[in-house]
């Protein structure tokens, strides 16, 4: 039994690996290259244009859950819509490269075009509901214990909330902090554009290195302990055909799963395909994904930021979002007829070593990712505690 744990474990970690790397890796250049700290006063009124440059800057965001939170909270401190607030979240954690790229080589393009669709029916649901629920006077309490809490007292996450804003400021620190390298020569704007992208990389596997092992940690123990009929009792799974109830009750499974589980962004990918194996209903597994948002960690960092009554409205818009949005994906794609079929073989960090083109990618993204990492330390490592 243990050594099935650690071999699935090891599996798990060297599947992903080249996806993250690339991911963090595309990430990284492209924020070195388009701050996300010059938009925060565009985001006034909640307008189409609004919804969707939140949702564009939080897609090349990082895709730590609490750093986008603290970004978040100084987007509403600028004078943000609560909504694209929000939906800066919403993007940041689940429609960036990484994930999707994740998500591709664990589960296939279905999945990929599930996120992504998923995430923009999620940011326009969420943005209706808070518009339709949430009372005025509570987001204006919000707003006020938003800037209260940044005056001092910032209680520290391990993925530290004082990171990230460092990372959102990282951009201006990093292109006006020195224009000649450590031998004393004239520096390029690339080089300073590059050295610029490994501190973000940096930063991102700092921040989210510790959910990501945890996530494959709970997924290997899960795959290896929990047999398939207790999986395929839980999402109620009768065949090829569920009703409405079955498919409703698969989104808020997910969703419960994602909260009691703890993991957030890109760490809760591999137990997705687990849930996916199990038998879950294909919006379940993306309500499940997108409930990162409303893990009981995540929720500790809304009261803090905004108060007791926001954290609450907050965890029930999002859940209602998450809802909605695995329920239309459920329907819209059986439709389409763009729903996974055959079985759900999911390799799970199974047969995954061995000459292949995991193994290819590996060799390329390892040396890689050690380098901008180690740059990235070298550089701003004085910004990621």
């Known amino acids: 039994m243990i050594v099935e744990l650690i071999s699935s474990w090891a599996g798990m970690v060297w599947e992903i690996f080249w996806g993250l790397a690339l991911g963090f890796l595309l990430s990284g250049l492209i924020r070195a290259w388009v701050p996300a700290s010059l938009v925060g006063d565009k985001l006034g009124r909640v307008t189409p244009a609004s919804l969707s440059l939140a949702t564009g800057v939080g897609a090349l965001s990082s895709s730590c859950s609490y750093a986008a939170a603290s970004m978040a909270r100084t987007l509403i401190m600028k004078g943000a819509a609560w909504a694209n607030a929000m939906a800066f979240m919403v993007a940041s954690t689940n429609l960036v490269f990484e994930i999707l790229i994740v998500l591709f080589s664990l589960m296939g393009l279905a999945f990929v075009l599930g996120e992504l669709i998923g995430g923009l029916i999620f940011i326009l649901v969420m943005a209706g509901l808070v518009r339709l629920l949430v ?3 509570v987001i204006d309490a919000a707003r006020e214990n938003a800037g209260r809490e940044s005056g001092g007292g910032h209680e520290h996450h391990d993925h530290g909330d004082h990171d990230h804003d460092h990372d959102h400021d990282h951009d201006h620190d990093h292109d006006h902090d020195h224009d000649h390298d450590h031998d004393g020569q004239a520096e390029s704007g690339t080089r300073r554009k590059l050295r610029t992208a490994a501190s ?4 991102d596997v700092t ?4 959910d990501i092992l945890i ?3 709970v997924a ?3 795959s290896v302990l929990v047999p398939q009929s207790a999986w395929q009792a839980l999402f109620l799974n009768e065949g090829s055909d569920p009703g409405f109830g079955v498919l409703l ?3 808020v499974a997910g969703s419960l799963i994602a909260v009691l589980a703890f993991v957030c962004s890109v760490g809760n990918i591999v137990l997705a395909a687990v849930l996916w194996k199990g038998g879950i209903s294909f919006g379940g597994v993306i309500a499940f994904i997108l409930s990162d948002l409303i893990t009981l960690p995540m929720l500790s960092v809304y009261r803090r930021y905004y108060g007791w009554k926001a954290a609450g409205w907050m965890a029930l818009v999002f859940f209602l979002g998450a809802i909605v949005t695995a329920l239309c994906l459920d329907v819209g794609f059986a439709a389409l007829g763009w729903l996974p079929e055959g079985p759900r073989d999911v ?3 199974r047969d995954v070593f061995g000459w292949n083109y995991i193994t290819l990618l590996n060799v390329i993204a390892i040396p890689l990712a050690v380098g901008a990492f180690l ?3 070298r550089q701003g490592g004085g910004h990621c505690h």
């Open 135 to 137: 009372p005025q006077a």
């Open 200 to 203: 973000h990389f940096h930063m």
């Open 207 to 210: 921040m989210v290195g510790k």
């Open 215 to 217: 996530g494959v940690t």
């Open 220 to 222: 290997a123990v899960l």
């Open 249 to 251: 009750w698969n989104a």
């Open 347 to 349: 390799s799970l960090g």
């Open 375 to 377: 740059w990235g330390r």
